[in-house]
């Protein structure tokens, strides 16, 4: 070969190097460390090296979480530890955990939860750059998982390492280790690197939504303290593991959809619906965006007329109750949906569009009444009324504005809410009986501002 693959060990990035070049200092593309090429490894061998960081005054700080790829400490930026210093002058305690610095609690962005059913409840907990996971559940496996997690959204790429000190044998297959998960429904698709009791190392899957589990990889005879990393890149997932942080083996590698934002964090599951298990880790990274992703913007539904062939248009209204669905009917024939109401100068007023002179709507004039006046009334008009409030039907034709003014022969039932913070709510139903069957039915909350009396002209 005449490249071979090495790691940053400040970042754990992957890097390529020619055979020629070992012992060459090269820098990470990553976090930009300057990192000195290991010498290229024998033909036959299965790991993965580590590079070596460009020496540089050691400054180090008892407590602080190394980087994923190396056991051992590594000097801290001497700006990180004036920060260091002077918050634990302040009396607060401090530690890293994932790159991120916090006060004790959880972690800014971090959660924890159980997943799915389990018959006592998990929990999480940190202290001098060790954190402590307790779980149940009898298993991730089959169709359905139930464990504890402790998670990270994270946004596309990214990496995953941990550190399985401990775990307490409640089961063989007791779980502890690192997960990339699509949802937190107990049927998620996800990828999986863990270390169990007696049972070794493992890397598996769920490969879609529901689907049955499968193991990808397997190995006895380990056990914790060991390495664990997960990689995700685009829909493929690479897992490996390591005894001492340096040197990493490959588990696995495969493909499984998943959408932009996942959880990525870690796990414990007691293979014992009926015990909790304990385990803990330490040196926990998670490379990549860990923001999670803004919601989507809630769009209200379209509003749409009724169909033509709807038979809200009656003259008998009675007792009829009206929808609470956004006002809409049709005016003249066409389709009319109530876009913008207001009430004022004693005058209801629902129309289509929302700004600029009305150009198709109706008006309810009530004789100067005061919004105050008509506040939690109702108004009840039959068709055999001698004369009732005005109603002008207003449309357009071409370039000409077209009306239509009745005070009879029409059929209403007008409810109107409390008027509370000059906004008038109100139900209506309304049917004229024009040739083409005019109506409107449904729910309104009209603007009731009074308008700004105008300036006096100035002598």
């Known amino acids: 070969m005449s490249e071979f693959k090495f790691a940053c060990p400040v970042c754990g990035q992957h890097m390529m190097c020619d055979v020629s070049h070992g012992g060459s200092v090269m820098e990470c593309p990553t976090c930009f460390q300057k990192i000195v090429a290991p010498q290229a490894p024998g033909p036959d061998s299965k790991f993965i090296l580590t590079g070596t960081k460009v020496s540089e005054k ?29 918050v634990i002058g302040a009396g607060a305690g401090v530690f890293f955990f994932g790159g991120k610095l916090f006060h004790p609690g959880l972690a800014k962005g971090w959660q924890t939860r159980d997943i799915g059913s389990v018959l006592a409840a998990g929990s999480f907990s940190h202290a001098k750059g060790v954190v402590t996971v307790t779980g149940a559940g009898a298993d991730i496996w089959n169709q359905a998982d139930a464990f504890r997690y402790v998670f990270l959204p994270l946004n596309g790429d990214g990496t995953l390492t941990a550190r399985v000190l401990n775990i307490k044998n409640t089961h063989g297959w007791a779980k502890a280790g690192v997960m990339i998960r699509e949802s937190l429904n107990p049927d998620s698709a996800y990828a999986l690197a863990f270390v169990s009791p007696s049972s070794g190392l493992a890397f598996q899957q769920r490969d879609h939504t529901a689907a049955p589990a499968s193991g990808i990889w397997n190995i006895y005879g380990q056990t914790a303290p060991y390495w664990v990393r997960l990689v995700r890149q685009g829909d493929t997932f690479s897992a490996f593991a390591s005894a001492d942080g340096t040197e990493w083996a490959q588990m696995g590698t495969t493909k499984i959809s998943m959408g932009g934002q996942v959880y990525a964090g870690l796990i414990v599951c007691s293979h014992n619906a009926e015990a909790l298990c304990q385990a803990q880790f330490d040196r926990v990274t998670v490379e990549g965006n860990t923001k999670a992703a803004p919601p989507a913007p809630e769009r209200k539904p379209a509003l749409a007329a009724p169909p033509v062939s709807d038979t809200k248009w009656t003259l008998l209204l009675d007792t009829n109750v009206i929808s609470n669905s956004p006002a809409a009917g049709r005016i003249h024939g066409r389709d009319f949906v109530v876009e913008r109401a207001a009430y004022q100068n004693g005058m209801l007023i629902l129309r289509a569009g929302t700004r600029g002179a009305m150009e198709f709507g109706l008006t309810i004039n009530f004789s100067g009444a005061q919004p105050e006046s008509v506040s939690g009334q109702s108004i009840n008009v039959t068709t055999n009324a001698d004369k009732a409030a005005r109603v002008t039907l207003r449309w357009k034709e071409g370039s000409q504005m077209m009306t239509d003014s009745i005070d009879a022969g029409y059929a209403m039932q007008l409810e109107f809410g409390a008027l509370t913070n ?9 049917c004229t009986p024009d ?17 700004k009396p105008k300036a006096s002209p100035q002598s």
């Not at 994923?68 to 002077?86: N, R």
């Not at 000059?422 to 309304?430: E, S, V, W, Y």
């Not at 040739?435 to 308008?451: C, H, I, M, N, W």
């Open 422 to 430: 000059n906004r008038l709510p109100g139900k209506i139903h309304l």
């Open 58 to 86: 050691k400054i180090l700080v008892r407590g602080a979480v190394a980087p994923a790829a190396a056991v051992q400490e590594k000097p801290f930026p001497l700006a990180v530890v004036i920060v260091l210093a002077l």
């Open 435 to 451: 040739a083409e069957k005019s109506y409107l039915v449904g729910s309104f909350t009209a603007d009731a501002r009074k308008p």
